[in-house]
């Protein structure tokens, strides 16, 4: 039995070797960047005489990058997007493979809801106007003998938007 008591130990003595002698957390992990490679507003309805819910479609693509040594899956990857200092809707991308040393792009769509609150936001940036953006929001990294563990919440991504306009008016 001797031989199953040095298992754990001999586990936790590579495990620690690999994460720098047992180093926090924060000395050992960096966090991912992400930044906005793509945004666009592709269509906006408006309040009409038919009832139908004013919706903003986005088209969204991140680049994040892994400066880890080690391959990374990010979970629940998402939070608030801020047009000109106000929350318009929220943006989810659920599963992110990073590799080691590397960056994936991750697309996608978007239905946001547009409100009263919201419509100037969208109508500034449908009219083909210059906008801030930002992403404020978490993440969920899959450390793997770590376990899954919460960043956030932060700004993940901010800069300016212009897109051609996709309005007349």
């Not at 309040?47 to 680049?63: I, K, M, Y």
């Not at 993940?156 to 007349?168: D, E, N, Y």
């Amino acid at each position: 039995m001797p031989g199953r008591r040095l298992l754990p130990v001999t586990f936790a003595a590579v495990l620690c070797g690999a994460l720098s002698a047992c180093a926090p957390l924060q000395q050992v992990f960096q966090v991912p960047q992400v930044a906005v490679e793509d945004i666009r507003l592709t269509r906006l309805t408006l309040p009409g005489g038919l009832g139908a819910a004013p919706v903003a479609d986005l088209s969204v693509t991140l680049r994040v990058t892994n400066p880890n040594p080690l391959p990374l899956r990010l979970a629940n990857l998402g939070g608030a997007l801020v047009i000109d200092g106000f929350e318009v809707g929220q943006v989810s991308f659920p599963n992110v493979a990073l590799p080691a040393r590397g960056e994936a792009l991750q697309p996608a769509e978007l239905s946001i809801p547009v409100s009263l609150n919201t419509a100037a936001s969208f109508l500034k940036v449908a009219r083909g106007q210059l906008v801030t953006y930002r992403l404020d929001g978490q993440f969920s990294a899959d450390l793997g003998p770590l376990g899954l563990q919460a960043f956030g919440p932060f700004t993940l991504a901010q800069g300016q938007w212009k897109q051609p306009a996709i309005l007349p008016f």
